[in-house]
């Protein structure tokens, strides 16, 4: 499974006539508590966790690749905070994960976040709307020629899913918290639900300290 998550977050100097940055100053500023690891991983947590595996292991790197930006004020200041994370997941039942995550990147998919998942009867690209499948009995058999250009257009052989009514997420799932307060049902995603986020985040941040792998334990309530 494979994900692309990220769009460029414009710096913000105003001497280049830049448009304004999208996101605030302090996610770049690690003192303030930001960088895209803590941010995103732990969205990557229920993602992974409810839809392919409980996360094993994690292998990550993080990166700076945009050293200065400007402010909310037009001032500029030093980026402290990773803007991009390169990370592997491994899941349990033997599924491999990676997850890209940047705030310096152009967008060439179909969405801001796309997931890819390679089964061996078919293969599924997911973006935040659309989802688009490709079974075994359509996949092309390309062969690599130096000599000459590819000649299999590899957007074709894809079957789009019929698109399915889908309101705001966050709004649904206040909705559901809504109920659940008012006694009309019950509620999942309590504290421990997000201490696994928190701790997949930490945990990655210290894979990239230490340049390694390293396991991720069970949470008990």
């Given at each position: 499974?494979?994900?692309?998550?990220?769009?460029?977050?414009?710096?913000?100097?105003?001497?280049?006539?830049?448009?304004?940055?999208?996101?605030?100053?302090?996610?770049?500023?690690?003192?303030?508590?930001?960088?895209?690891?803590?941010?995103?991983?732990?969205?990557?947590?229920?993602?992974?966790?409810?839809?392919?595996?409980?996360?094993?292991?994690?292998?990550?790197?993080g990166?700076?690749?945009?050293?200065?930006?400007?402010?909310?004020?037009?001032?500029?200041?030093?980026?402290?905070?990773?803007d991009?994370?390169?990370?592997?997941?491994?899941?349990?039942?033997?599924?491999?994960a990676?997850?890209?995550?940047?705030w310096?990147?152009?967008?060439?998919?179909?969405?801001?976040?796309?997931?890819?998942?390679?089964?061996?009867?078919?293969?599924?690209?997911?973006?935040?709307?659309?989802?688009?499948?490709?079974?075994?009995?359509?996949?092309?058999?390309?062969?690599?020629?130096?000599?000459?250009?590819?000649?299999?257009?590899?957007?074709?052989?894809?079957?789009?899913?019929?698109?399915?009514?889908?309101?705001?997420?966050?709004?649904?799932?206040?909705?559901?918290?809504?109920r659940?307060?008012?006694?009309?049902?019950?509620?999942?995603?309590?504290?421990?639900?997000?201490?696994?986020?928190?701790?997949?985040?930490?945990?990655?941040?210290?894979?990239?300290?230490?340049?390694?792998?390293?396991?991720v334990?069970?949470?008990?309530?």
């Amino acid at each position: 499974m494979r994900g692309e998550f990220g769009y460029w977050v414009f710096e913000g100097e105003p001497q280049l006539a830049q448009p304004p940055a999208q996101r605030p100053s302090w996610n770049y500023r690690k003192q303030h508590g930001g960088g895209i690891i803590l941010d995103m991983l732990c969205h990557w947590r229920y993602v992974l966790d409810n839809l392919f595996g409980a996360v094993k292991a994690v292998s990550c790197r993080g990166a700076t690749h945009i050293p200065c930006r400007w402010d909310e004020n037009g001032r500029k200041y030093r980026a402290t905070a990773d803007d991009a994370a390169y990370a592997t997941f491994e899941l349990f039942g033997g599924v491999i994960a990676q997850f890209n995550s940047s705030w310096a990147v152009r967008v060439r998919r179909d969405d801001l976040l796309t997931l890819q998942v390679d089964g061996t009867r078919g293969s599924a690209v997911a973006g935040l709307r659309r989802c688009l499948i490709q079974p075994y009995e359509k996949t092309p058999r390309p062969v690599w020629n130096p000599d000459i250009a590819q000649p299999i257009d590899f957007f074709q052989g894809w079957e789009e899913l019929p698109e399915e009514a889908c309101d705001n997420a966050f709004k649904v799932q206040w909705e559901l918290f809504l109920r659940h307060v008012a006694g009309e049902g019950g509620w999942r995603w309590g504290l421990l639900e997000g201490a696994k986020g928190v701790q997949l985040a930490e945990l990655a941040l210290k894979s990239w300290k230490q340049k390694k792998w390293l396991d991720v334990p069970r949470l008990k309530p």
